[in-house]
């Protein structure tokens, strides 16, 4: 391998190191009902951010502190030696994507049928350090 090569791989491998991504696959929320919780942690530091989601009534918030615990874990299943209140944790990025939908038939009258969709989504988190934002 060249030696620019090698120290672009080099760069790339430090910069995982200061992130840590979390992932939550169809999970059973409406995709617009999670983004609504998504967008108030989003650039927020991980202290406050679990705060926020612990004190907020909506439904999908449980499951985004379940996911943002997990990315901590993550980081630090990466980083042992360091601590989190040092490396300055906050949540890089958050998005909400849609998942498969499960449709369904509901009755209506005069024989007539509306549909239901249940919708879920996917949730991709990913955590940075203030010293490595970019």
Known sequence: MGSRKHNMAEQLKEAKKQRAIAKLTNCPTSP???????????????????????????????????????????????????????A???????????????????PAPQGRAHRIRKRSNHVTLELGTKNNSN
């Open 32 to 86: 617009r009902k999670m983004r609504l919780v998504a967008d108030q942690i989003r650039g927020v530091e991980v202290e406050k951010a679990l705060q926020i989601l612990k004190f907020s009534p909506k439904e999908a918030s449980r499951n985004l502190e379940k996911l943002l615990l997990s990315a901590i874990a993550n980081w630090q299943a990466k980083n042992e030696d360091a601590s989190i209140e040092d």
């Open 88 to 106: 300055g944790l906050f949540v890089q990025s958050i998005y909400v994507d849609s998942a498969g939908m499960l449709k369904r038939l509901r």
